[in-house]
């Protein structure tokens, strides 16, 4: 096991005399930085002239400049630059980044993001329990303080509408709590229909949390469901797109993780929602703010760090800023006595920033894993001993032969039901268009903006289910694009202009066991390969993010209208108006499958 992860530094209930001795000056500290400007999220105040004592990889106390008169010691001079604590994300998805937990912790220790909130329900839609507990595996071994919240929506909906490796019961939920330890809450509740219309299953699990005094996150649209989605006892979500929603949440007693998505990306809702306060009045003391889903190069780009400086572009203060990025999400899950302030007893995960809140350097557990904006020798020491997941999650995509791909061409008049891609790309629209007999599909092509778009189970739960179906408006001219990360189950999703291909795109995902790639004249010309459970690399975060930038580059060269993450969300069967997973097209909400064509 890597010597740098959470578990390096020791219960405070061991070391409470130790660090009143340091606090006393009766005991030399490890560390003393000096120098520094200290950021308060208890106070929301900058206070100058400020040293900060560690010890034992906590902080023992912050003193007047000055104070340490000198010792043994190690002296760090932060030359007046913002002392802060680590940033706390309270929502996210690793899955998303395509990297496993040790790689996604340089990404995060370099934007000073210290601890993170998971949600593994990508993994558990593949794998299962299995899935999860490797998972947490990983988080074990990352140089990163990684809580789960356990994911409370496997499969999305029924089997009726889509087929998922994992299916997360009740029993199975409570039996996670019950083993770990750094499972601290149940993950979004992504069915908020059922829940409101009181589900039993859904219901069930909610209990299995409540009963265990875990808080349980959220996933809310529709100003309508708030009442009786708090009322069963959610107390947190992500999803508040609006104002007004945002703020009848608040006054449910449902805490805002304000989601701020990078700007070339739908996602972004903290502009929007930070109204409730900006606007409404309304107080920050139970909002935060989060990442949710970021691929490997944009987690570099936009991290946590970026989202709180977003959070001052529309009105916080700093100080306010980064509390919200820090010590509310701590105290949301009730770990303020330990993280996101920098108080005596906490953790030293601290960051020192520039004056426009940018990470410089950042220390975990108090030892200096970035310096400059550069990892150090322990941090790359640490990285470069990733956990190995078990065998099972490399041997995820299981596919029969000669799958049928495309629909057969239509002899007489029909009415196509198509999706309609359009950006943002989270809500798709459902569209008919009448096609008349053709020679061959390029002309419905050219006269209705279409290519094709087929889903493939790939759990080798079924007889090989494929699902045929149509985008309109995707703007694939020619080739093919295909993702094994087909939200949530899982399945592989592909679109093309023909079937030769969509072909070579779905055998380059078989041989990798996972990955997004797009193919042009019968060669693949960019991919990210994702071995483990069809959703992650293996790689270093830099190395994935450098494979993430050249596809998005020839996905756009490919004429694509939407991202691929976007894209990923085709399948997504719980989101407006229609979509398409192994086994059919969906129509959203009446949740019911819908042929591709009927008679005119």
């Not at 495309?406 to 009448?434: M, N, Q, R, Y």
Request: proline fraction near 6%; aromatic fraction near 6%; glycine fraction near 10%.
């Amino acid at each position: 096991m890597s010597t740098l992860t959470r578990f390096s530094v020791q219960p405070l209930s061991t070391m409470t005399r130790r660090l009143a001795d340091v606090a006393s000056a009766r005991r030399e500290p490890d560390l003393v930085i000096q120098g520094a400007r200290v950021l308060s999220t208890y106070s929301e105040r900058f206070l100058d002239g400020r040293e900060v004592w560690i010890s034992g990889g906590r902080i023992a106390a912050v003193k007047p400049a000055g104070s340490y008169r000198g010792g043994s010691a190690k002296l760090y001079d932060a030359k007046g630059g913002i002392i802060a604590p680590g940033l706390v994300d309270p929502h996210i998805h690793i899955e998303s980044s395509m990297v496993t937990a040790c790689a996604y912790a340089e990404a995060a220790l370099l934007n000073g993001t210290t601890t993170i909130f998971c949600d593994s329900h990508e993994i558990g839609n593949v794998m299962d329990v299995a899935g999860v507990e490797a998972m947490l595996e990983d988080a074990r071994q990352a140089p990163l303080s990684i809580f789960l919240t356990v994911p409370s929506t496997v499969p999305a909906t029924t089997p009726d509408l889509e087929t998922a490796g994992g299916d997360l019961t009740p029993d199975k939920i409570a039996a996670l709590f019950d083993k770990w330890p750094e499972a601290v809450a149940l993950g979004e509740k992504m069915d908020f229909v059922p829940v409101a219309m009181g589900d039993e299953r859904s219901h069930a699990i909610l209990a299995a949390a409540l009963g265990r005094g875990r808080p349980v996150s959220g996933h809310v649209y529709g100003r309508e469901f708030v009442a009786a989605y708090a009322a069963s006892g959610v107390t947190d979500t992500h999803e508040a797109i609006d104002r007004d929603i945002a703020d009848d949440l608040l006054e449910a007693g449902v805490w805002i993780f304000l989601r701020g998505g990078p700007p070339t990306t739908p996602w972004h809702s903290l502009p929007q929602a930070i109204k409730t306060i900006t606007e409404l009045g309304a107080s920050h003391k139970r909002v935060a703010v989060c990442t949710d889903d970021r691929d490997a190069e944009d987690l570099l780009a936009f991290g946590l760090d970026w989202v709180t400086r977003e959070a001052v572009k529309y009105g916080m203060r700093p100080e306010q800023a980064w509390a919200m990025g820090s010590l509310h999400g701590a105290t949301r899950f009730g770990m303020e006595g330990e993280i996101g302030g920098l108080g005596g007893g906490r953790r030293a995960d601290l960051v020192l920033l520039s004056d426009d809140l940018t990470p410089v350097s950042t220390w975990y557990g108090g030892e200096l894993v970035v310096d400059g904006k550069k990892i150090t020798p322990i941090l790359d020491e640490a990285l470069s001993k990733p956990y190995r997941y078990p065998d099972a999650a490399y041997h995820t995509v299981k596919l029969p032969k000669n799958l049928k791909l495309t629909p057969d061409l239509p002899t007489e008049t029909v009415v196509a039901h198509t999706i309609k891609t359009e950006l943002p790309g989270i809500t798709l629209g459902h569209v008919t268009v009448t096609l008349e007999p053709a020679n061959d599909w390029q002309a419905h092509f050219d006269r209705h903006d279409l290519c094709f778009v087929t889903v493939v189970e790939r759990h080798g739960k079924s007889a090989g289910n494929v699902a045929h179906g149509l985008l309109n408006g995707f703007g694939l001219r020619q080739g093919a694009v295909a993702s094994s990360v087909g939200h949530d189950s899982h399945n592989i999703i592909v679109a093309g202009t023909n079937a030769a291909d969509m072909q070579v795109a779905l055998d380059a995902i078989e041989e990798r066991q996972g990955g997004v790639c797009v193919v042009m004249d019968g060669k693949v010309t960019a991919m990210v390969p994702l071995p483990i459970a069809g959703l992650l690399s293996d790689k270093r975060v830099h190395q994935v993010a450098d494979e993430v930038k050249a596809l998005k580059l020839e996905w756009e060269k490919a004429g694509c209208t939407i991202a691929y993450m976007g894209f990923n969300l085709i399948p997504l069967s719980v989101i407006p108006e229609i979509r398409i997973t192994d086994k059919g097209l969906v129509l959203v909400p009446e949740m019911v499958i819908s042929p591709l064509f009927e008679k005119a």
